[in-house]
């Protein structure tokens, strides 16, 4: 009669871990849904003000990509509040493959504090291969690029509006003559392509200066309404 209990408590436990874990997949799908639609409207309107030019575009566009933005904010708040919720005991087993990339891409958005707290979680998850070596590069490289030092793999990029007309700077290298390499290493494709791609994905010019520095951005006063520090 024991052994028969003991049974009846670990498939009941069991089944209360599974219906648990259904639940978080359940929420971080929602999570990732939510981030991916907000941000794909944006991107359209932003293409709108690409090709028009910003004294062209109706006002209504501009109100429509600030209302956006407000929105996204609120979006991210949410959802890493979600994800430091399901974090806060460590990285959870047994997830969607779908869940891991939600919580990488959530961390991914959230600010320098956020991201450096998980990031050792995100390396983690990379090293039990259920987020992708290249998904923990865009992650690193972002924080690098928050905090004013150069990247390592090329993934982030810089907006500046010049004459009226957004310009895409990639952000500085670490090492450009091996950048190439180190993208094959995460499975990404070589920059120059990636600048194709990025460049017909936002409608506007992409520069990329193997040589440029983070300090001869700063000069330039191109980072002038950015705070790396933050």
């Known amino acids: 009669m024991k052994h028969i209990f003991i049974s009846i408590l670990l498939v009941l436990s069991t089944f209360l871990k599974a219906q648990s874990i259904q639940k978080i997949d359940s929420l971080l799908l929602g999570a990732y849904e939510s981030d991916q639609k907000i941000r794909t409207e944006s991107m359209t309107l ?13 006002v209504s566009v501009i109100d429509s990509l600030m209302l956006l933005q407000e929105q996204t904010q609120a979006i991210d708040k949410e959802n890493q509040i979600l994800v430091a919720s399901v974090l806060k005991k460590g990285l959870p087993e047994g997830l969607s493959s779908q869940s891991y990339k939600a919580i990488w891409l959530i961390v991914d958005h959230a600010d320098l504090k956020f991201q450096k707290k998980h990031l050792p979680i995100m390396e983690e998850a990379v ?25 390592k793999y090329g993934t982030q990029s810089y907006t500046v509006t010049v004459d009226g007309r957004q310009v895409i700077y990639i952000w500085p290298v670490e090492d450009a003559k091996r950048l190439n390499e180190l993208r094959s290493e995460i499975g990404a494709g070589d920059i120059e392509t990636y600048i194709q791609v990025l460049k017909a994905t936002a409608g506007c010019d992409v520069i990329y200066d193997p040589e440029l520095t983070v300090h001869q951005m700063k000069k330039m006063g191109l980072l002038k309404n950015m705070n790396t520090s933050k």
């Open 46 to 58: 932003m293409s709108k003000l690409n090709s028009a030019g910003a004294n062209d575009v109706p």
């Open 127 to 151: 090293r039990k291969e259920l987020i992708s070596a290249g998904d923990y590069a865009v992650l690193t490289d972002r924080i690098r690029m928050r905090e004013g030092k150069p990247q």
